[in-house]
């Protein structure tokens, strides 16, 4: 029987219904955080503490508008613990990667791919050994993110999503930033089958992300220059 190599959690912040993802290796111990929120910090250092994983590397998906990453909050757990930010989002962190930089979380790898257009510093995760992807906001289930402000471009989103995302195998499963209707989990074959938005031609797309007409986020205030700053207040 093989020996399990993947400790894998996915929590959820209910204020921002944001999904925090821990990836750890199970061999060596060593682990990553995706996308912490600061208000579940602690329990998310807890938790990783419990499973006695060695934290190194916090990655944000994007500078958020939603809510305030947890990155600078676990550092001060976690010291060696290194935040990480896309090379095109403008914003501070311990590591800015590049465009399909490799990531190693002890036996694993994880591959950055930049996916812009919902921000100009998107990036999605890819763990090809497992079959695994984060995509941040770039693309949610049956949906995707807003394109109306904070450097969003409808036609760079929807290159993006099928260049970086729907080029990946029909089995890959997708974990995203968020979900609103209490959906966990998609795949990129139903995604590139069943989006209601990422089906359509890209002329259309553009089109219907220029007229959604949505609020700005609650908390963009005091998330998006914190979030410029790793979650320093």
Same mark, same amino acid.
């Given at each position: 029987?093989?020996?399990?190599?993947?400790?894998?959690?996915?929590?959820?912040?209910?204020? +921002? /219904?944001?999904?925090?993802?821990?990836? #750890?290796?199970?061999? &060596?111990?060593? =682990?990553?955080? *995706?996308?912490?929120?600061?208000?579940?910090?602690?329990?998310?250092?807890?938790?990783?503490?419990?499973?006695?994983?060695?934290?190194?590397?916090?990655?944000?998906?994007?500078?958020?508008?939603?809510?305030?990453?947890?990155?600078?909050?676990?550092?001060?757990?976690?010291?060696?613990?290194?935040?990480?930010?896309?090379?095109?989002?403008?914003?501070?962190?311990?590591?800015?990667?590049?465009?399909?930089?490799?990531?190693?979380?002890?036996?694993?790898?994880?591959?950055?791919?930049?996916?812009?257009?919902?921000?100009?510093?998107? +990036? /999605?995760?890819?763990?090809?050994?497992? #079959?695994?992807?984060? &995509?941040?906001? =770039?693309?949610? *289930?049956?949906?995707?993110?807003?394109?109306?402000?904070?450097?969003?471009?409808?036609?760079?989103?929807?290159?993006?999503?099928?260049?970086?995302?729907?080029?990946?195998?029909?089995?890959?499963?997708?974990?995203?930033?968020?979900?609103?209707?209490?959906?966990?989990?998609?795949?990129?074959?139903?995604?590139?089958?069943?989006?209601?938005?990422?089906?359509?031609?890209?002329?259309?797309?553009?089109?219907?992300?220029?007229?959604?007409?949505?609020?700005?986020?609650?908390?963009?205030?005091?998330?998006?220059?914190?979030?410029?700053?790793?979650?320093?207040?």
């Amino acid at each position: 029987m093989n020996t399990p190599t993947l400790i894998f959690r996915q929590l959820f912040e209910a204020t +921002s /219904s944001t999904y925090t993802y821990i990836i #750890g290796c199970a061999v &060596t111990r060593a =682990a990553a955080i *995706i996308d912490p929120v600061l208000e579940t910090a602690e329990r998310d250092a807890k938790l990783i503490s419990q499973l006695n994983l060695d934290l190194q590397l916090g990655l944000n998906t994007h500078v958020h508008a939603d809510h305030i990453t947890g990155t600078a909050a676990l550092a001060k757990l976690f010291p060696s613990m290194k935040s990480c930010l896309s090379d095109e989002s403008g914003a501070k962190a311990d590591r800015l990667l590049k465009h399909h930089e490799k990531l190693r979380i002890g036996n694993l790898e994880m591959k950055c791919s930049h996916t812009p257009g919902h921000t100009n510093g998107c +990036s /999605s995760f890819i763990l090809n050994s497992e #079959g695994l992807i984060f &995509t941040g906001d =770039a693309l949610l *289930i049956r949906g995707c993110g807003r394109t109306d402000f904070q450097q969003g471009d409808a036609g760079r989103l929807y290159d993006s999503v099928w260049t970086e995302i729907f080029s990946l195998p029909d089995n890959y499963t997708i974990f995203p930033g968020h979900d609103y209707q209490g959906h966990m989990s998609t795949s990129v074959g139903e995604e590139r089958k069943l989006n209601p938005r990422l089906t359509l031609q890209k002329k259309e797309f553009v089109h219907l992300m220029n007229n959604l007409k949505l609020a700005y986020p609650k908390q963009i205030e005091k998330a998006l220059p914190a979030n410029l700053k790793n979650g320093e207040m």
